[in-house]
């Protein structure tokens, strides 16, 4: 018998929204599937049919929250100013961070890597395929010939590594506060600013 696929996009769902509780509550070593499927109210078997693997599971929640927080369109527009678009993709970023689930599962993907070394390293790669955007945008604006020659790959990382430094490893690290929307601006702008006086071409 086939399963309505409304019924099986529910249960998704719910195996999703029952693993964020979980791996946030009691960390990725001491959530068993069998923990997960009772959270979700479903079978154990279920979970299974939809994810292989508790590791493929962590990676989707990861997704998902990518994508919650990713409501910036990334592609590049020749006939915008550079500084307008890069404020709109930093500003992305900065949104990310900030949500708080996003960082209690981060904190929780930085312990496994500590205790598991290859595992967390896996992971880590799987979340950073989902920051390709940056480098995509920056690749068609060096292509349009609007910035100084530079490898689109350490480009990006630099400019993603200003907002970290400020919005998200503080926090992960050192317990630091998330900061105001005061705080927030000043580093999205700044971090636009630094970025474009030293790879910017004259508009």
Known sequence: MTVPKRLTDRKHEAI????IDEFRQHGFGAT???RLAAS?????RTVYN???????LFSEILTVLWRRAAEVDLLYQPDRPLREQLLELTWQKMRM???ACFLDLARVLVSETVLSPER??????RLGDKEEGVTVWLRAALADGRLKPVDPVFAAQQLQGL???CAFWPQLTMGEPALSVAEQKQVVEATVDMFLAYYGLPE
């Open 16 to 19: 999703v929204l029952a693993a």
């Open 32 to 34: 068993s599937m069998d």
């Open 40 to 44: 979700a109210g479903v079978s154990k």
């Open 50 to 56: 939809h994810f292989p693997s508790k590791d493929a």
């Open 97 to 99: 961070l900030n949500d």
């Open 120 to 125: 967390g390293r896996d992971m880590m790669m």
């Open 163 to 165: 907002v970290k430094g």
